[in-house]
């Protein structure tokens, strides 16, 4: 109940009384509350005409990084003798420092500005507008409204720079890159001979094979070197994510896609994000810093998702992926999922899998009892296993230990070769 | 100073009531009414608003009642306007609890308690005025005062389907 409305109710009952017992006492008891009530009207804001500005001292933060919002309100109308500013910052969104919450007298024309500080973990945080409640004297006609002063905090998740990730899938795209193309022409690494022709080089004839027959000039040809189409799936799974006491990988998981997507695209490459989880949340490949800024908005707001829908792998949408490109799958992986990740390899897929692993990240909080280390040895087994049946159908598996650095992890088993090994054809 | 002028105001409505009642062998009542103003007090306290809003209405119930039965009708405004007091110091303390600590709260404080005063003032001074004139109820007063009760309640059902 409003409390003018139960102001209302006082003197009307109070009138009544006189009214019903011919008393005139009762009207007077009546006047203190009239006096107050028309007080309180007559000095009511009419309307709130606030012009609200907020700024963020950056909108891209990494986890836990103080970020300082700064809101100016410049009052366009009436005096406003009681004025409840309330930014609409997310809960979600520590304040270290200040308060989006302030309460002030506002003249017209007058401003007021404030500063807090927020921190918060990866996510994208909107904020909405400015909830401004302004009161008269005794707050019998509070005057409530949002004013619209839209920006938005994005906490990205924390990026490990990746130098160089060895892909070779079976289609490039036409653009020069970094990816073996198997096809002759200009390049760096060898790749057979051909007849001269006019306008090679010179440096590209090879004087030892054309020594060898006296009519014909060869010249070396070159691996060319272009980009690839890379669809990174984001595993998001709550069973393959979700430990006990509330612990999760799915931060690892985010971490991992984010540096590939990195990597891949500072390579040159056309990148796709697809979070398989909640829902299918796709991002459409594309090139360049503007992917990367939407691929890290996308994982932004990538969540654990338990839709019974998408417990299994079989949903993924393949035709997203262009045939023949290079697929990243990051999981922690699950024994149901061999069979669609020999399927992928099937279609012709270059898939990669990037799996976070869950044996040691469990074992490594759990008491040290010898029923844990024997049923972390079995799972350990099992795990291997799976490892060995993917690599086997030729997809390449890397198992990242948690504890590790992703980086060093990813130098020893996806860097380029050595230069020995490179200078003799080898690949890792 | 907020809580200082609620506790002053609890203390003028329930103890004006109470002075009166005590007098008249309403021993009951008068206990109630203590009781009323200890609680009253501990819920300004907590921020409670809805217990002032209860505590308002029976402490004007109560004033009515006194002034039906017959007792002296200075103490029984009094009682009243210290009750709407507190009732409105309750609700302006909720709202201060909103504020940030940088923020202009004895100014704000300081003006809301001097209107707070004029207007009890006022409303005193008004209800004084009309109890010395003794208004009697005439057949005019009457009609006018049923005029008045009919444009009110129209008033008030226009309001409240402009608000919804």
Redesign the interface.
């Given at each position: 109940?409003s409390?003018t409305?139960?102001l209302?109710l006082?003197i009307?009952?109070?009138?009544?009384?006189?009214?019903a017992?011919?008393?005139?006492?009762?009207?007077?008891?009546a006047?203190?509350?009239?006096?107050?009530l028309l007080?309180g009207f007559w000095r009511a804001p009419d309307e709130i005409k606030l012009d609200v500005h907020r700024t963020l001292s950056t909108e891209r933060a990494a986890p836990g990084e103080d970020v300082l919002v700064t809101v100016d309100v410049t009052n366009q109308g009436a005096d406003i003798?009681?004025l409840?500013l309330?930014d609409g910052c997310s809960p979600n969104l520590t304040v270290s420092n200040?308060?989006p919450?302030?309460?002030?007298?506002l003249k017209k024309g007058e401003s007021y500005s404030w500063t807090y500080i927020v921190n918060g973990p990866r996510g994208g945080y909107p904020f909405d507008g400015v909830m401004v409640e302004a009161?008269d004297?005794?707050?019998v006609r509070p005057s409530k409204q949002q004013v619209p002063a839209r920006s938005e905090l994005f906490v990205f998740p924390p990026l490990t720079r990746l130098k160089y990730v060895t892909i070779r899938t079976r289609r490039t795209r036409v653009y020069s890159g970094s990816i073996p193309a198997r096809v002759g022409g200009p390049g760096v690494e060898f790749f057979g001979l051909r007849e001269y022709q006019p306008g090679d080089p010179p440096r590209w004839i090879n004087w030892r094979a054309s020594a060898r027959d006296s009519e014909i000039l060869y010249a070396n040809e070159f691996q060319q070197e272009r980009v690839a189409d890379v669809g990174i799936v984001l595993d998001g799974r709550e069973k393959t994510n979700w430990f006990r006491d509330g612990r999760s990988l799915f931060e690892h998981s985010v971490l991992a896609a984010a540096s590939l997507a990195d990597a891949f695209l500072s390579q040159g490459n056309r990148v796709g994000l697809l979070t398989y989880g909640r829902y299918l949340d796709w991002t459409l490949p594309a090139y360049g810093k503007v992917q990367r800024e939407r691929i890290l908005q996308a994982l932004a707001h990538a969540q654990i998702g338990g839709s019974p829908v998408f417990s299994g792998l079989e949903h993924i949408p393949v035709r997203l992926f262009p045939a023949h490109s290079q697929v990243v799958l990051v999981s922690p992986l699950d024994a149901g999922d061999l069979e669609i990740l020999i399927q992928l390899r099937a279609r012709g897929y270059q898939v990669m899998v990037i799996s976070p692993d869950p044996v040691s990240f469990e074992v490594s909080y759990l008491p040290e009892k010898p029923s844990i280390e024997l049923a972390g040895r079995v799972v350990r087994m099992e795990r291997e296993l799976l490892i060995k049946k993917l690599q086997h159908a030729g997809v390449q598996v890397l198992d990242w230990n948690v504890a590790h650095p992703l980086d060093q992890v990813m130098k020893h088993r996806l860097g380029p070769p050595p230069a020995l090994l490179r200078a003799i054809g080898g690949r890792k | 100073m907020n809580f200082f002028a609620f506790v002053i105001s609890v203390l003028m409505g329930v103890g004006s009531l109470a002075y009166v009642y005590s007098g008249t062998g309403f021993d009951q009542l008068v206990r109630g009414l203590l009781i009323l103003g200890a609680l009253w007090l501990y819920a300004g306290r907590k921020r409670w608003t809805w217990f002032s809003?209860i505590a308002?209405?029976l402490s004007?119930a109560l004033?009515?009642y006194g002034?039906?039965v017959g007792l002296s009708?200075g103490w029984?405004?009094a009682g009243?306007?210290g009750a709407?007091l507190a009732w409105?110091l309750t609700?302006?303390m909720r709202?201060?609890d909103?504020?940030?600590e940088t923020?202009?709260?004895p100014?704000?404080q300081r003006?809301?308690l001097a209107?707070?005063t004029v207007?009890?003032l006022?409303?005193?001074l008004?209800?004084?005025i009309?109890?010395l004139v003794?208004?009697?109820?005439t057949l005019e007063?009457?009609m006018l005062?049923?005029l008045?009760?009919v444009l009110?309640?129209t008033q008030?059902v226009a309001w409240?389907r402009r608000e919804k």
């Open positions: 109940m409390r409305f139960f209302i006082i009307y009952a109070l009138l009544l009384a006189g009214l017992t011919l008393h005139g006492e009762f009207v007077g008891l006047l203190p509350f009239v006096v107050y007080v003798e009681e409840l309330e200040g308060s919450q302030h309460l002030l007298s009161m004297h005794f707050g | 809003t308002l209405l004007v004033a009515g002034l039906w009708p029984m405004v009243a306007i709407l409105d609700e302006f709202r201060m909103g504020a940030f923020d202009d709260l100014g704000m003006r809301h209107r707070l207007v009890a006022i409303g005193l008004l209800a004084s009309s109890m003794r208004l009697e109820f007063w009457m005062l049923a008045v009760a009110g309640v008030l409240l």
